[in-house]
């Protein structure tokens, strides 16, 4: 018997809930579940002392786990809007050197200044920048094929940003500034305050708007563009508005991240192969497979082992294996 497409998702929700109060109960200090139940209780109680549990809920793991719940739905949203503009499963939200902009702006940041807000300030701007410089090269290119262009001018602005990475690596004290550079370019949760997430989160939100406006027009787009014009789809303006809004919620989220990768490409193929390719049936399928799946991540970063490890490396772990897998269906042929 097959399931609704409300049903899956409505499902997938109450898994990602379920996940997320395990999450609360995990960590250096375990919680039972009655202290969990009443630290819970507790936001509707303002007039008690706070006990640890509640402390640790609310002042620790609660922003944490949020930021692991923002940042993998909007990655996940990102990849699957670039996905589906640019008609291939193998895309990510990286590829035109949003990520490779922010880190090039924290590293300055972090050279220059080391300053926490100077530093989101500065790797959001440099992912913005990154990707209004791919898409001005693309348009100035003139081919016959503007998503090509668009690719190759974002490659190429990412390895150029990367080189620049590189440079300030090389420069950087070794143990004043080196230390925090590589520390931010692994990607991290540790650091994230609930101011953090007030920025981030209405920026995510302006991203999304039009993602789901758009919904219905971009499957439109994965037709050939004469074919999508001759239906009356702007595929020009539209493209740019899909870039536009995916790569407004990446840029907030390696702000406060810093780089994460294979979300953006794993996440949304894996929700395509249960919703299928209808976009307004995945986006939001694919927004709570990214959210579980970081969450899930970022709690094994800070439980598994005495130190922390960097989200950025597990996810890369577990990437790998899977983009060979996804590699070998691409040979295939896919839908």
Known sequence: ?????????FLAGIALAA????????????????ELLGALASL???????????????????????????????????????????RNALV????????AGAAAGAVLAIFFSQDALTIQ???????????????????????????????????VIGSLLGAVVALVKTLADPLNQLPPITFWLLGSLASVAPLDLALALPLVAVGLIPLWLLRWRMNLLAL?????????????AMRLAVVSAATLMTAACVAISGVIGWVGLLIPHAARLVAGPEFSRLLPLAMLFGA???LVVDTVCRTATSIELPPGVVTALVGTPAFLVLLLRARRGWT
């Not at 097959?2 to 998702?9: D, E, Q, V």
């Not at 996940?19 to 009655?34: D, F, K, N, Q, Y």
């Not at 050939?224 to 020009?236: F, Q, W």
């Open 121 to 155: 300030i500065a790797a959001f701007i440099g992912g913005l920048a990154a990707v209004a410089l791919a898409y001005a090269v693309a348009s100035a290119a003139r081919r016959h094929d503007p998503g090509l262009a668009l690719v190759l001018s974002g490659v």
């Open 19 to 34: 996940l997320a109060a395990i999450a609360l109960t995990l960590g250096e200090v375990p919680l039972s579940p009655r």
């Open 92 to 99: 990510s939200p990286d590829i035109l050197g949003v990520s």
């Open 1 to 9: 018997m097959t399931r609704s497409p409300r049903a899956t998702t």
């Open 292 to 294: 579980a799946f970081l």
């Open 44 to 86: 509707f109680e303002p007039g008690e002392t706070a006990d640890q549990a509640t402390q640790i809920v609310w002042q620790i793991r609660a922003p944490r786990i949020a930021a692991a719940l923002l940042v993998g739905a909007a990655l996940a949203a990102a990849g699957t809007a670039y996905q589906g503009m640019f």
């Open 224 to 236: 050939d563009d004469d074919e999508a014009r001759s239906l009356g789809v702007p595929v020009t």
